[in-house]
């Protein structure tokens, strides 16, 4: 069914059909997509805080020559980030090394060992640019194209451009780290104007997955079923009194799917019944790896199960190295990297790498250089002018490297792409054209890009 | 008027055709296209254009790229041709190249400027843009032929349309069904056993009107239908955001709304209080219910209730953000207008220039956010806010000394006193022990959070104020902003009326402006709130209709315009508008005009459904009454009223419901203390409302985002609203005290607690069926040894996830 067609439809039977039906959409039946694409689902890497590109992937040989030096920002009278530059500011070398890997020849810090290793498999674009230098309205950029909160995220775009594979499982489903959850919590994966129903379901990964998920704990099976069939007893007699209420059904629908549920989701997300192999690859049992990798395992596991979207969330601010650069990316960096190559690699080893597209990025880079005042534990600042990130998987072309930046990794100069480009890119992968992906509110049809963004033509396949 | 619009469905989208002077096409190939073709014309040509921008025609240029139009006529500073040419825009063109040179630059503008500035956005031009902008006029209510069922004019025009089409209304809905139905409608709650047994025994003809009138007059009718009102105006009482600070006396808003239904404040009043209260405050003694002195400010609160940023980095960014929030949010909520997309555009389908959002956004440039001093009225309980506030005040008298006694022990213990601080911090030092660490910073958070507490009982309101000369040199000028940024500064304007409705731009007159008072709010406040306003009355009263009929006339009820939805009923909607008017803004008259009409009487089945559905699939013309589910606060109230439990408290500071510790714990910014156990069980409008946590049943049950205007509940239907309904904490508490309060009323008899049981949550006895079926869950129970309480609160359970339960028929 077109898109236009379904959003007529529930646009024009709220209240009366339209529940019953939107129910159907998000479990049951699956949307089309707009073109062929071989990703089917996407795991999106969230790194909050902002990752430094010239420690990670951007190597600035540059940064040496100018170490400890007084970096001239006269001239950027345009910058977002006034209050960063009001006072002297040196230049901060890379405190890691690079080296080449793969058959592509990528440049990677040694702040990433593992994922070193799947460069081949990666494509990289080191030419993003964003809006705003504020965490909160930078994370809405990223997720729902606006800096403003109250927009559906990427998320549910997806699921509400491609529906659920699983009628037992969320379309959508965020995994966030409970050590510090993103600014604004839940409006981070929000539906914003678009149904309730599309919006991302939050799983734990410690203890029940979803919540509410368990009956309380004195009943027993023998209770709940009792009560479960007295319920649905006495909600198909008032059924059948009450057809004109398609509603009634739905709902019905809805308890069934709990139902399922309640005994599904335990046995999917599992991540005991791995072998200890994979649990050693995704490091679950490790201090420093246990949060990121299990929750790397997790969308794994989803994503077999027909999900549509996973959203992984470092702890908020985690990659936020004002100060302290090399504690807190080595930090971030392990937390990270072992999950992310063993992820790229199961899902490889399990045929399911050409299906999953995998996105890794945060809400902005991060400057060469920091005041001068912090050089004795220094960091790096925010940078909306340039920020790297990469695609895995599904329908990209790999090994490629798209854009460059200055000599310092200030800012991007070439083949330079914005925030809805990366999403025109996504939605294109999956095989929705960002221009025809609307929904009508306020007034006109919304899109996650607005007026439109250009795919990223260099890493699609 | 006929309405040939009437079942039209949704208009799409059409763009504007755009055409350009001959004399323009002359400056083009002149002086344009010899730049643009050595420049540009490289990248931007053809189909593979760069952001789809082709530069070779002048219509090319006018129709731009994805970014809008790259030239506008007459108006090179709003020109993205030249913005990007100049690098106000990024990236600055051509990229890779070198900068044009300045002379070049300058000629291209010249160029621009000498061309004929494009004809303002289209004037309203089809039939239902004239209705729409003009004057409701009440036409006589049609003639029909089944009089019998017309109670009041509203009647006569539903059933008009419904005879045109060959349709007949439904029958009436039984009395449970109505009784139902007009409780949870306008209390939000379920009717009390003895109330719905005593409406059945009630045979009198106007015992209905009488239970209307009933319910109008009841306290918690405010409770109900102000919250319909906060999510309009997207209450809040945190900054959301990364902070999310909370604003300790935005309850105040909240309590001014529930009182202002209540006391069936006019509408107009409560429009120019919202927006200009502090302006009105001295022209009083008109005796509608103008706000008492201190209301004024606290009314104002409703300007301030969007997002806020506490950390930005741009203080005029701020400031631009919160004047498009507010000309946004008021032109949805009072004019049913979508004025946002005039901000960086003339808007694409209405007939409002980007000009008319900036001469808009002007009426509130002289004003400034202000937390101002504002005593508590009677009303809020005056009296027990300053005892609170001082036994606060006490108490943190008492706690800081006695942080302080111990900070002086403690800093005895180090030699340097000045590394007092850095000593404690590191956790590695000995000098302190981890005893003292923890007592010491216990103390301080309990300081703190008493801190907290205290400032909501402060006589503060969360406000506005003026910024106006002399109290400064001049008003901050506003100007139209090309693409909405700072930094693409247009025009200069002054506050204006939408020219769609006014007919022309003009300066709007300001009568009110003082020494210290701009007037300009009021000045909008008024033209809003005039009687001869074609939106603001049936915008209004299409609200109130939503809200009972579970449909808007027009069903896009913050959008009245082109991409709006069409009204059903055209004359209705104008009759109600200049009843609501004539009834001198009175909202509880137009509930009465509805709820006792026919139309809103009929049942919800139909005895020809099945065909009238093919005629009318939508039932836009309300062949039968619309089913309505609760809402998410109605469904957590109505839980806490059958178990017995639900706290009556009104008003004041809001409750902390609990939350799961791995969610209270997640906050950087704040903590999260969860209110003692009777405060949690109030009503749902007293929910503290933070931005970044919304409580959990609200969230999964379509509860509205706070952060821009909800004109209209979501109403989806998912597994988790199930697993929370089944499993939650909220329905294992009240299913046992449910259980409690009908074992008590109803003793040891199965039948009779299964009847009891069904009498409270659906306002009837249980049938055979469901007393048999009960029994075999009564059996189960009894098998795995469980008590009959136990059993009881199993059916408890079972009740409130009923369809039966969460529709109203």
């Not at chain 1, 509410?212 to 004195?218: I, K």
């Not at chain 1, 990270?336 to 399990?350: E, M, Y």
């Not at chain 2, 729409?132 to 069922?149: E, H, M, Q, R």
Request: one cysteine or more; aromatic letters at 8%; hydrophobic letters at 40%.
């Amino acid at each position: 069914m077109s898109h236009d067609r379904r959003q007529f439809l529930y646009r024009s039977l709220v209240g009366v059909g339209g529940i019953a039906l939107m129910d159907a959409l998000n479990g049951g039946l699956q949307a089309a997509p707009h073109h062929p694409a071989k990703a089917k689902a996407c795991i999106f890497l969230t790194m909050l805080g902002g990752v430094s590109q010239m420690d990670t992937f951007d190597p600035k040989p540059s940064l040496e020559k100018f170490d400890n030096t007084v970096m001239d920002w006269s001239k950027e009278k345009l910058t977002d980030q006034v209050n960063l530059f009001a006072k002297p500011r040196l230049v901060l070398r890379s405190p890691w090394k690079f080296s080449k890997h793969g058959q592509c020849g990528m440049d990677v810090s040694e702040l990433l060992p593992n994922l070193a290793t799947c460069v081949d498999d990666l494509s990289f674009v080191k030419s993003v640019v964003t809006e705003n230098g504020n965490h909160p309205a930078a994370t809405f950029l990223m997720n729902t194209g606006l800096v403003l909160p109250g927009r559906p995220s990427v998320g549910a775009w997806v699921t509400y451009g491609l529906g659920s594979e699983n009628r037992n499982l969320p379309g959508f489903v965020v995994l966030p780290d409970y050590r510090a959850l993103p600014f604004s919590g839940s409006q981070q994966w929000g539906p914003g104007f678009l149904p309730a129903s599309y919006q991302g379901t939050m799983m734990q990964w410690k203890g029940d997955p979803v919540n509410d998920l368990r009956p309380p704990s004195e009943l027993t099976s023998e209770d709940v079923n009792a009560q479960m069939e007295l319920l649905r007893s006495y909600n198909h007699a008032y059924l059948e009194k009450n057809l004109t209420n398609p509603d009634l059904q739905g709902r019905i629908d809805a308890y069934e799917l709990a139902y399922r549920m309640q005994t599904e989701v335990p046995g999917v997300l599992n991540t005991d019944k791995e072998s200890a192999a994979t649990k050693e690859m995704y490091g679950v049992d490790e201090e420093d790896t246990k949060s990121f990798g299990t929750r790397c395992l997790m969308a794994r596991q989803l994503v077999e199960k027909g999900v549509r979207f996973v959203q992984l969330y470092t702890p908020s601010q985690s990659w936020d190295s004002h100060t302290g650069l090399i504690k807190g990316h080595a930090k971030n960096a392990k937390e990270v990297d072992k999950p992310i190559a063993a992820l790229i690699k199961d899902l490889k080893q399990r045929g399911l790498l050409d299906s999953t597209l995998i996105v890794w990025m945060g809400e902005f880079g991060r400057t060469p250089d920091n005041p001068a005042e912090m050089r004795k534990n220094a960091g790096r600042d925010h940078n909306t002018k340039a920020m790297t990130m990469f695609f895995a998987g599904g329908g990209i072309k790999p090994g490629v490297t798209v854009g460059e930046t200055d000599e310092l990794g200030w800012k991007a100069v070439k083949d330079i792409y914005r925030m809805r480009d990366v999403h025109a890119t996504i939605l294109h992968l999956m095989g929705l054209n960002d221009m025809r992906l609307t929904y009508y509110h306020a007034g006109r049809n919304m899109r996650l890009t607005d007026t439109g963004g250009t795919v990223i033509k260099e890493v699609v396949a | 008027m006929k309405a040939s619009w009437s079942l039209a469905p949704i208009a799409l989208a059409i763009a504007f055709p755009i055409g350009a002077a001959d004399s323009d096409e002359a400056v083009f190939k002149e002086k344009i296209q010899p730049i643009l073709a050595a420049n540009c014309a490289a990248c931007h040509t053809g189909a593979a254009a760069q952001a789809g921008l082709s530069v070779t025609s002048l219509p090319d240029l006018l129709k731009g790229g994805k970014r809008g139009p790259a030239v506008q006529p007459g108006a090179s500073k709003n020109s993205l041709l030249v913005q990007f040419a100049k690098g106000e825009q990024n990236p600055r063109m051509p990229v890779g190249g070198k900068p044009l040179p300045e002379s070049t630059i300058n000629a291209l503008a010249a160029a621009i400027d000498s061309m004929q500035p494009a004809k303002s956005a289209a004037a309203p031009s089809d039939a239902y843009m004239k209705w729409l902008f003009a004057i409701p006029t009440a036409s006589k209510a049609p003639d029909v032929k089944n009089t019998a069922w017309i109670r009041n004019p509203i009647d006569a025009f539903v059933l008009a349309k419904l005879e045109e089409k060959g349709l007949a209304p439904a029958p009436a809905a039984d009395k449970r069904a109505l009784l139902r139905r007009v409780y949870f409608d306008l209390i939000g709650l379920p009717p009390t056993v003895e109330e719905a047994e005593a409406f059945q025994k009630d045979t009198s003809p106007d015992a209905y009107e009488r239970l209307v009138d009933r319910l109008l007059a009841d306290k918690r009718y405010g409770e109900r239908w102000g919250r319909h009102w906060l999510d309009l105006v997207r209450f809040a009482e945190s900054d959301g955001f990364a902070i999310d600070g909370e604003r300790p006396t935005a309850w105040r808003y909240r309590d001014y709304v529930i009182r202002a239904f209540n006391s069936d404040k006019p509408y107009d009043v409560f429009i120019q209080e919202q927006i200009a209260g502090d302006e009105m405050e001295r022209r009083g003694g008109n005796g509608r219910g103008m706000a008492e002195a201190s209301e004024g400010p606290v009314a104002l609160g409703y300007l301030r209730m969007g997002p806020w940023e506490a950390d930005a980095n741009f203080d005029d960014q701020l400031r631009l953000d919160w004047l498009n929030e507010m000309t946004t949010t008021t032109s949805q909520v009072f004019l049913g207008m979508t004025v946002g997309c005039a901000r960086c555009h003339d808007h694409k389908y209405d007939p409002i220039p980007q000009r008319d959002f900036y001469r808009m956004q002007a009426f509130f440039a002289s004003t400034r956010i202000e937390d101002r001093p504002a005593p508590f009225l009677d009303a809020e309980d005056r009296l027990r806010m300053r005892q609170t506030l001082r036994k606060y005040e006490e108490d943190l008298d008492a706690l800081n000394a006695e942080v302080r006694e111990m900070e002086e022990i403690l800093r005895k213990k180090v030699a340097d006193n000045e590394k007092f601080q850095e000593i404690l911090n590191d956790k590695k030092n000995t000098t302190f022990t981890e005893a003292e660490r923890k007592a010491y910073s216990d103390l301080q958070e309990r300081s703190r959070r008493m801190t907290a507490e205290s400032l909501r009982f402060r006589p503060v309101a969360y406000s506005v104020n003026e910024v106006a000369p002399p109290a400064v040199l001049e008003i901050a000028p506003t100007y139209v902003l090309s693409g909405g940024e700072l930094a693409a500064k247009g025009d200069k304007v002054e506050p204006g009326f939408l020219r769609c409705i006014t007919g022309k731009e003009e300066k709007a007159a300001i009568p009110f402006s003082g020494r210290y008072r701009s007037g300009r709010r009021r000045a909008l406040a008024e033209w809003i709130a005039s009687p001869s306003h074609p939106l603001t009355a049936r915008v209004m009263v299409n609200r109130i209709w939503q809200h009972h009929f579970g449909n808007g006339i027009v069903r896009t009820s913050s959008d009245f315009g082109k991409n709006g939805d069409r009204p059903s009923h055209p004359e209705l909607l104008d009759w109600l508008a200049t009843q609501f008017i004539q009834n001198k803004w009175s909202i509880k008259s137009m509930h009465r005009l509805m709820l006792t009409s026919s139309a809103y009487r009929q049942a919800t089945s139909h005895p020809e459904a099945k065909k009238y559905a093919e005629a009318d699939p939508e039932n836009r013309l309300l062949w039968h009454m619309n089913w309505i589910r609760l809402e998410s606060e109605v469904l957590r109230d109505s839980m806490l009223a059958l178990s017995g439990r639900l706290n009556p408290e009104a008003g004041g500071p809001g409750m902390f419901f609990s939350v799961k510790d791995e969610i209270a714990q997640g906050f950087q910014m704040f903590k999260w203390y969860p209110s003692d156990e009777n405060q949690q069980r109030r009503r749902s409008i007293y929910a503290f409302q933070r931005r970044s946590l919304m409580m959990p049943m609200m969230e999964v049950f379509d509860g509205a985002n706070m952060s821009e205007s909800c004109s209209r509940r979501s109403v989806t239907t998912v597994a988790p609203q199930a697993l929370t309904l089944l499993n939650g904490t909220l329905t294992a508490s009240e299913s046992k005290h449910y259980a409690h309060r009908v074992l008590e009323i109803a003793g040891d008899d199965i039948d009779k607690q299964v009847d009891t049981a069904f009498r409270l949550a659906l306002s009837r006895g249980a049938t055979e069926f469901e007393k048999a079926r009960a029994r075999q869950l009564y059996a189960v129970s009894a098998n795995t040894r469980r008590t009959p309480e136990e059993a009881l609160t199993r059916l408890a359970t079972v009740l409130f996830n009923l369809n039966e339960f969460l529709y109203l028929e």
